[in-house]
């Protein structure tokens, strides 16, 4: 715990020390939203560091424009300050407290562990009810696994990951102090949020990745995943409803609405996180903090083995391969479950409040009266 807050005080330490060079300077001031939110500060406490950090979209573009970078003496890199105190803020408002250190440890092999170790389990209950392969059996998921034992294990570790990450919304957002949540405050937040607005490097041409260039790449492999995301969660939930409210058994048809929004999701979902992994590959390491590509690349690599294991679900569901397709599929989605709330997804929810306490204090007046928004 002495170690975390040290290690705290030092990231924190950092972006005030720099935003105090960047407050003098304001070359940047167009570029994102944590610029004209820097100005309305003269000082920069743990919880305004937290802010701008979580506001900061990791685009590069303040730092291939500084002349204040290193070597500059006065070694000014806003991405990767901002990137090391984000860590920070997962860790410090984890909860359970003590599962913060899991962030450290959430690696590309303890996913695939994971995964792997699930799917193994699952493959083992089944070759012990009987044999690993079968007779077709149209699809019928039921026949292998009852759903109410998948019911209870998904929504016990996916009621966790909400409870753990609301908690840390909570807390997050209470150290803010923002104020009140006007209606015009929250839909322009949301949209920001949805369009990635500051993704886009201020200028509209969107973000360096291993160089100078600009390129929207990013921010359109980010749509494919969470959007390809936001359909496979919407399919569960549309099944959902059909199974309780409408009395309609799985397996659906190929043109039901489960199926064609899982199908697109999936697709979306194989094809951003590849995208997302082969910028975040080729990615200028000054942009980030090394420590948390490990966690980044596992996230990824979770998102992308859920979708791919997903699709070679359905296209083989009428096979005698269908329960190990099953097993394997299952042990995916249920590793990205239980690392949810303590990995990479968790910056959805603090880069989201970072953004609606912007869209509510650019409503305020600006008591410093020297200039900015
Ligand atoms: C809801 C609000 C969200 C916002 C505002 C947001 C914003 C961002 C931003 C700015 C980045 C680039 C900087 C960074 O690496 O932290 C990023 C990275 C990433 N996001 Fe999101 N995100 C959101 C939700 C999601 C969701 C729901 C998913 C997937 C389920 C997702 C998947 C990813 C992945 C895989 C990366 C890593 C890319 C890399 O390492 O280059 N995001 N997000
Ligand atoms: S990042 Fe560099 S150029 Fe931009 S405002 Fe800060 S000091 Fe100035
Ligand atoms: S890296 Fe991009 S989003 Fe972050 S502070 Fe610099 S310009 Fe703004």
Redo the contacts with the bound molecule.
């Keep these: 715990m002495q170690q975390l807050e040290s290690l705290i005080r030092a990231a924190e330490n950092e972006v005030s020390r720099q935003m105090q060079v960047c407050n003098a300077c304001r070359y940047c001031e167009t570029f994102c939203a944590v610029f004209p939110a820097m100005t309305r500060r003269l000082e920069f406490g743990a919880a305004d560091a937290h802010y701008l950090a979580n506001l900061?979209?990791?685009?590069g573009a303040c730092l291939h424009a500084c002349q204040y970078a290193p070597p500059h003496e006065f070694a000014v890199n806003v991405p990767q300050a901002m990137?090391r105190v984000?860590r920070e803020t997962y860790e410090a408002f984890a909860w359970p407290q003590p599962l913060g250190a899991l962030y450290r440890r959430n690696g590309v092999t303890l996913a695939l562990a994971t995964a792997g170790g699930l799917a193994l389990f699952l493959l083992l209950a089944i070759a012990m009810k009987g044999s690993l392969f079968h007779e077709p059996l149209a699809g019928n998921f039921y026949a292998i696994f009852p759903h109410s034992m998948l019911v209870w294990m998904f929504g016990a570790a996916f009621g966790w990951a909400v409870l753990a990450l609301a908690i840390g919304a909570v807390r997050f957002w209470r150290g803010q102090s923002p104020g009140a949540v006007g209606s015009a405050a929250a839909v322009e937040a949301t949209k920001?949020?949805?369009a990635?607005t500051?993704?886009d490097g201020g200028h509209g041409d969107g973000?360096n990745e291993e160089d100078d260039r600009f390129t929207l790449a990013?921010r359109r492999?980010?749509h494919l995943?969470?959007y390809?995301?936001?359909l496979c969660f919407a399919s569960t939930c549309v099944a959902t409803l059909y199974h309780y409210a409408l009395g309609l058994q799985a397996p659906y048809a190929l043109t039901s609405l489960p199926v064609i929004l899982g199908t697109v999701g999936g697709i979306g979902?194989l094809i951003?996180?590849a995208g997302?992994?082969w910028?975040?590959l080729r990615?200028d390491p000054m942009h980030?903090d090394a420590a948390?590509?490990p966690m980044?690349?596992a996230?990824?690599v979770l998102?992308f083995a859920t979708s791919l294991t997903g699709l070679a679900l359905l296209a083989w569901r009428d096979t005698g391969a269908m329960a190990a397709l099953l097993a394997v599929h299952l042990g995916t989605v249920m590793a990205l479950f239980l690392t949810l709330p303590y990995g990479?997804?968790a910056?959805?929810?603090y880069?989201?409040a970072a953004?609606l306490k912007w869209s509510i204090e650019r409503r305020q007046p600006n008591r410093l009266r020297i200039g900015g928004d």
């Design positions: 900061c979209h990791n685009c990137a984000r920001n949020a949805l990635l500051y993704l973000c990013r492999f980010h995943t969470f390809g995301f936001m979902l951003g996180p997302l992994l910028l975040n990615r980030g948390q590509r980044d690349r996230f990824i998102l990479k997804f910056h959805a929810v880069r989201s953004l």
